[in-house]
């Protein structure tokens, strides 16, 4: 039995109240490319996703991004930054702060449509004060639309990567979705998901038929993974890298790339270790022609003030998985912007 609350109106409606003006347009058209050049390897710059781990408040946000701004002015002959806006939180158990999308105030009931509203007014402001577009996590594969013509990358995550409809819609997006390794690990589910991802389909969507022509630019991200007791196993470390570059050349797939997630099971969730991770990384990279050439870049888990919430409210504290603090973050950057 569903409870029918309220209409959703179509995107295309919301997106005619909430408009991306066409300078910001521009921008993101510019910012689609780089983010594009990179993982099919015309560029060498490497591609930094890099923000909170979830976006529960805007002006915290927008505080981040606007310093993001100002750093990628500093790295961009060596990095691309792409804020973390994500206005979706997974969850575990189904149950728990869900994200901006449903939950705006996340100290109040869902409230979706004001979160549609929310999180394009979000990402407006975003690229207006920063000159940056985001990434998001693509959770709900039937909602893409009503921000698609927002951010220039979208994430599958661990939890996602297996869904037929995941990867149906990711091989229509227009911008380079990264599909997350499954809870599991396995590196073949991954690689069938971007196999399907990369290839055209056909199927129903949102009351149509559509059809897509695949998306080439979707690609690897390594994100550690889960075992059947709980614990946590890393595969950030070299061996296991190009393990996954032998299976994209095994499977025959498009514009071979890897992003390594510094965080969850890679880091065991111990946000300090992503400082780390980041190090080995980048040593590999310059210990080997190879690597270097799969590995396009990071997924970092930041935002203003280090950790997370437990009780006590703090501005641009997370408060779902902890990240690393603005000094570390900004520190990390340029250390791999010279190692680039």
């Not at 990402?123 to 009503?146: C, H």
């Not at 946590?232 to 994209?248: F, I, R």
Request: some cysteine; proline content about 6%; overall charge neutral.
């Amino acid at each position: 039995m569903f409870d029918k609350q309220k209409k959703i109106p179509e995107p295309e409606e919301i997106i005619e109240k909430v408009p991306l003006p066409e300078p910001l347009k521009k921008i993101k058209a510019e910012r689609d490319k780089l983010v594009s050049e990179i993982l099919s390897g015309e560029s060498k710059k490497m591609l930094m996703i890099v923000g909170p781990c979830s976006a529960h408040e805007a002006k915290p946000v927008l505080e981040y991004v606007e310093r993001l701004g100002k750093l990628n002015e500093k790295v961009k002959e060596k990095l691309v930054l792409v804020p973390r806006i994500y206005t979706n939180k997974p969850r575990t158990r189904g149950v728990g702060y869900k994200g901006m999308f449903s939950q705006p105030d996340p100290t109040k009931s869902e409230d979706i449509l004001k979160g549609i509203y929310a999180i394009r007014n979000l990402n407006v402001k975003a690229i207006e004060i920063s000159g940056l577009t985001a990434a998001d996590e693509m959770l709900y594969p039937a909602n893409i639309n009503y921000v698609n013509d927002l951010i220039s990358y979208n994430a599958v995550g661990a939890r996602s990567c297996e869904n037929q409809l995941h990867r149906l819609v990711a091989s229509g997006i227009d911008v380079p979705v990264g599909i997350k390794n499954p809870m599991s690990g396995s590196v073949p589910a991954m690689l069938n998901s971007i196999y399907a991802a990369q290839s055209a389909q056909v199927f129903k969507l949102n009351g149509w038929q559509v059809k897509t022509g695949g998306n080439p630019l979707a690609h690897a991200i390594l994100r550690g993974a889960v075992d059947g007791y709980g614990n946590d196993n890393p595969n950030y470390h070299y061996e296991t890298v190009m393990k996954v570059a032998d299976g994209y050349e095994k499977s025959g797939l498009k514009n071979p790339a890897v992003i390594i997630d510094a965080n969850h099971s890679n880091s065991n969730k111990n946000f300090r270790q992503q400082i780390r991770i980041c190090e080995e990384v980048m040593q590999n990279r310059n210990y080997d022609k190879d690597f270097k050439k799969i590995v396009k870049g990071f997924m970092i888990e930041s935002f203003l003030e280090e950790g997370n919430q437990t009780e006590d409210v703090v501005y641009g504290k997370s408060i779902t998985d902890p990240c690393l603090g603005w000094a570390d973050t900004e520190r990390l950057i340029l250390d791999i912007a010279e190692k680039v």
